[in-house]
């Protein structure tokens, strides 16, 4: 049975002044693993629920919350046997249960992803290890994933640790390595994850860590420092504590020295981590509005806009024409005016002689305007010093008025547009003008 088998709680150790036991639960990680597959979930659901009972009373001895999924599927996992979980949920993993019973270590079968993912794959890969009756001892591969499994469900207790950091050195640096403080690792990730881990930085937050032209500067300086410190300090080793003198050929102390190097690198990105972290902070986050776009009114909008817009081009069109018949109008009752005052004066003339002509001067910048073809013919023949504008000619130059003299009127035969340009004309230049007939 399962609950009975101790491989799945790992034990691992600091080594220095005193040894610190630790402990990484690999079944819960495997069940948490088991609860993202739905299928697994729905199998090992079932299997509780056909023997509620006893699984109830198992819960309740172990104090498990049995409304949670997860500790259902303990239950069962803690109660079943091998192979009735082979049984359920083996044709779920076909590829880790071939993998596992060709003897493959999970090394071989691994595939770069997160930490969080490998923890999860790695624990199931365990798992049927138990269940296949084919467990191997953890290799160092393994007792990496343990270490990143320690420090990440146990980060928080782990600053409580008053331990002062030391490094037991071996000749024999292939029996135990410097690093091998670290729940069994043995390689330099396990000293920088550590460093990181005091400081509260993750291996990610380093990744996105970038350091600027100041940062390098401090490097330099604080090695330059570190060497001239070894130079001039060197010592031997006392009570078990790390001291070094890379002025020996010794290889232990190049190798403490490239420990302390590496330090020197790692604080400094953990100082300029948190310096960005104290940016962000003092930083007050812009609120984001999302304004969900409207089609079928934004439709309605432009419709009603476009609707608006022809009338007013109506509107617009109708007024210039209603200002056009206006003036046109307006043209058309003076003209009236004029042509009855002028019939008026005629006629009054005519009452009181009735072979009464008006009287031509004579003189030069004398204009006629209006007339039948035959009356200013005859007006030529008899003043002859007198110009005549065609009531045809439609382009009259009407600089000629600016520069006459006096301006002769027949309203006979005389267009009312003519007429009118020749009146504004007087008007504005203020000429004087005479009516004949």
């Known amino acids: 049975m399962i609950k009975y088998d101790h491989r799945f709680f790992v034990g691992g150790f600091f080594v220095g002044k005193g040894t610190i036991t630790l402990e990484v639960n690999l079944l819960d990680i495997t069940i948490s693993a088991l609860s993202d597959n739905p299928k697994a979930v729905t199998k090992l659901e079932r299997i509780y629920e056909r023997e509620r009972s006893s699984f ?26 091998e192979t009735d979980i082979l049984s359920a949920i083996g044709d779920l993993y076909t590829v880790v249960k071939n993998n596992v019973k060709k003897g493959l270590r999970f090394q071989q079968v691994a595939t ?15 798992f049927f290890e138990l269940l296949l009756g084919k467990w191997k001892e953890f290799d160092d591969y393994e007792k990496k994933i343990i270490a990143l499994i320690y420090h990440d469900i146990n980060k928080t207790k782990l600053r409580d640790f008053d331990v002062p950091f030391s490094i037991v050195m071996e000749k024999d640096v292939s029996k ?4 091998s403080a670290f729940c069994g690792s043995s390689q330099l990730y396990g000293y920088i994850y550590g460093l990181l881990l005091h400081s509260g930085m993750s291996m990610e937050d380093m990744e996105k860590t970038k350091l600027i ?33 890379i002025t020996e050929s010794d290889s ?45 009114s934004k439709k309605k909008l432009k419709d009603k806009q476009d609707a608006l817009n022809k009338l007013q081009m109506d509107y617009d069109k109708q ?20 042509i009855e005052k002028i019939q008026e004066m005629e006629e009054q003339q005519k009452e009181n002689d ?14 006629l305007f209006g007339g039948h073809p035959n009356y200013q013919k005859k007006m030529i023949e008899k003043y002859n010093w007198i110009k005549v504008v065609s009531p045809e000619d439609i382009r009259v130059d009407w600089n000629i008025v600016k520069n006459a003299s006096l301006i002769l009127i027949n309203w ?6 003519q007429f009118y340009s020749l009146i504004s004309v007087i008007r504005e230049y203020k000429k004087e003008y005479q009516y004949v007939w």
């Open 252 to 296: 232990d102390h190049f190798q403490t020295f490239t420990l302390m190097a590496i330090g020197i690198i790692v604080k400094v990105f953990i100082k300029r981590y948190q310096q960005q972290q104290k940016e962000l902070a003092a930083v007050k986050p812009k609120e984001t509005i999302i304004v969900k776009e409207d089609l079928e």
């Open 176 to 179: 135990r390595s410097m690093v």
């Open 56 to 81: 109830d009373i198992f819960a309740k001895e172990k104090r498990l919350d049995i409304s949670q999924s997860f500790n259902r599927i303990k239950a069962v996992i803690l109660q079943k046997t």
């Open 319 to 338: 007024q210039r024409r209603l200002t056009a018949v206006t003036e046109e109008l307006k043209t058309v009752r003076e003209y009236v005016d004029i």
């Open 112 to 126: 770069i992803m997160k930490p969080t993912d490998i923890t999860k794959q790695f624990a199931i890969y365990k």
């Open 213 to 245: 032209a100041r940062d390098y500067e401090d490097i330099s300086y604080e090695m330059a420092e570190l060497m001239e410190a070894n130079k001039r300090y060197g010592t031997e080793k006392d009570n078990g504590q790390l001291v070094f003198d």
């Open 412 to 417: 006979k035969h005389l267009p009312h547009r």
């Open 354 to 367: 009735p072979n009464a002509k008006p009287t031509i001067p004579y003189g030069k910048g004398i204009i």
